[in-house]
Every structure is written in structure tokens, then in C-alpha cells.
């Protein structure tokens, strides 16, 4: 590592010496993360259309229910994390309101998406479930991309390792409350500075969305039934999702239980939703033996 190097994946000898983590324009500070997840926004709602094209469905009826969603979908991630965080923001509610200072949860967002969809399709008499198989296409993409709004925050990452993808910050970058006693424990001082060495989680649930995702548009040709795609997104997130989120260091924790509650979600999604992959498809191998009788 060179010196004043910030984030370096010391295996794969990749350093960025000076990080930022926003821009300037005319004196307004935007925020890296802000603009990726504009980006993967846009990114899902044309992959969504695109799907829906495909299939014969109205792509306008996606970017309508696209602006409610991002809405309810950031009112929803912003819940998610204050509920489970609530004794940093009891004492001082205002701060429920400051998006700048951080504190969105994937899954309160896809809570809040799901909701606003089974309220829009009601309203505009379409199917649900349908609508769900284009939609889950573009939210996993917009999941993609925006986790690496993560790494330009120097967030979401894990507890020590030396493998293959490990990756070295600058701990003066980081947020305390992040830092276990185990990167402590193992914190590597190089030329005076301070660094912590971790597992890049964002970075592992991007490259596993992007097989999940991969997967999806392979298999839409094959769907059998609407709502399929849903499932099969939920239960492929929620696999990687409960690994991955056992390695985090900043869990947000199931009251008075310890467990992280992310990890409680994504095993019960996968539970769920394999039982009714599995039912499902047996329903439809047991019909199509009572026709050919």
C-alpha cells in the first residue's frame, strides 16, 4: 500500500489512494450514494419496462407505479431502520428526517415496494402477481448497483479476514459504532496509519444478486405460472442474504434477542418461498398427469 492509500483489496492489488465519497456542484454536496441509487433506480425501472415489453404488458404502467414505489420504498428502508435502531433516534426524533445522516434497510425498502404494488394493482385492476415477475427483475438490478454506494460510504462490510477479496480502509473513514473488537483486535498499522481489514459484504451481495439476477433472466422463458419469478427472486436473495448478513458488523438486531434481523427475514422468505415453489410445481406436474388420463 502506498502512503495515505484509504481502501486497497490487498490480494488483488487494487488501491484508491483518495476516496470520496461526494461531489460538489455550485456548493451543494451530493453524496456518491445518492447518485448510485438514482442510478440503479433508473437502471431497474428500464429493466422492468423492458421485461414487460417482452411479455405484452404496458411499459407505462411500470414507470407509473415507478413513482409511487421509490416514494413508499424510501419511506419504508428509512422504518425499517429506525424501528430496529430506535434507541438512537428515541431522545431525538427530528433525526428520524435526516436522510443525509444515513440509515436506509434494503428490506424495509422491498416491505414498501411490495405494499405499494398490491395497492396499485388493485387500483388500476391489474394482476399482482404478474406485475411482481417484471418488477423483482428491476429491483434486483437497482439492488446490484446500489449496493456500491456502500463501498463510497465505507459501510456495510464484515468482520476480519485475509481471503482472497479482503479489504483494507482507513479507519479514520469509518463510522466507530461499525468497528468490532475483532477488526480491533486485528487492526493493521501501516507507515503510522490505522487501518481495519474486512470482508467486503456489499461487494458479495452485489456478485450474488448478479448471479441470482443472471439466473432470472434465463429462466423467465421457462416460467409457469404468475408470481414465479417473485419467488424464485425471493428465495435467491434471501439465501445469500442470510450468509451474508451473519458476516456483518453492523447488524440491526431483533429486540432483546440478538439475532441479526435481516438474517430472521431472509431464513423465513427462504422457507416460504421454496414451500410454494415446491407446491406449486407439484400442483402442476399432478394436473397435467389428469389430463393425459
Do not use: C
Amino acid at each position: 500500500m502506498t502512503e495515505g492509500t484509504d481502501i486497497s483489496f490487498i490480494h488483488l492489488g487494487i488501491s484508491i489512494q483518495n476516496l470520496h465519497n461526494s461531489v460538489s456542484i455550485f456548493g451543494f454536496r451530493i453524496a456518491y450514494y445518492g447518485i448510485i441509487i438514482g442510478i440503479g433506480m433508473l437502471a431497474g425501472i428500464w429493466l422492468a419496462q423492458s421485461d414487460a415489453k417482452r411479455r405484452g404488458q404496458n411499459p407505462e404502467l411500470y414507470l407509473d407505479f415507478a413513482l409511487y414505489a421509490i416514494i413508499f420504498s424510501i419511506i419504508g428502508a428509512r422504518l425499517y431502520y429506525v424501528i430496529f435502531q430506535w434507541d438512537a433516534y428515541k431522545d431525538n426524533l427530528v433525526q428520524i428526517f435526516n436522510l443525509r445522516a444515513g440509515g436506509l434497510a434494503i428490506y424495509g425498502g422491498v416491505i414498501g415496494a411490495v405494499l405499494t404494488l398490491i395497492v396499485f394493482t388493485r387500483v388500476r385492476k391489474q394482476s399482482f402477481f404478474s406485475m411482481a415477475d417484471s418488477g423483482v427483475l428491476g429491483l434486483i438490478l437497482g439492488q446490484i448497483i446500489g449496493r456500491w454506494g456502500n463501498f463510497f460510504n465505507t459501510e456495510a462490510f464484515g468482520g476480519y479476514t485475509d481471503n482472497l477479496f479482503a479489504m483494507r480502509i482507513k479507519m479514520s473513514l469509518v463510522n466507530p459504532s461499525m468497528i468490532s473488537g475483532e477488526l480491533l483486535d486485528n487492526m493493521i498499522v501501516e507507515q503510522g496509519i490505522q487501518y481495519i481489514q474486512v470482508h467486503p459484504t456489499f461487494l458479495y451481495e452485489s456478485l450474488w444478486n448478479l448471479g441470482v439476477l443472471i439466473f432470472m433472466l434465463w429462466y423467465r422463458r421457462k416460467k409457469r405460472f404468475d408470481g414465479e419469478m417473485l419467488w424464485i427472486y425471493l428465495l435467491g436473495y434471501g439465501l445469500g442474504r442470510t450468509w451474508i448478513e451473519g458476516l456483518r458488523t453492523d447488524q440491526l438486531i431483533l429486540f432483546g434477542t440478538g439475532i441479526p434481523v435481516s438474517q430472521a427475514l431472509s431464513m423465513v422468505l427462504v422457507a416460504v418461498s421454496a414451500g410454494i415453489l415446491i407446491i406449486r410445481h407439484k400442483t402442476l406436474r399432478l394436473n397435467r398427469g389428469e389430463r393425459k388420463v
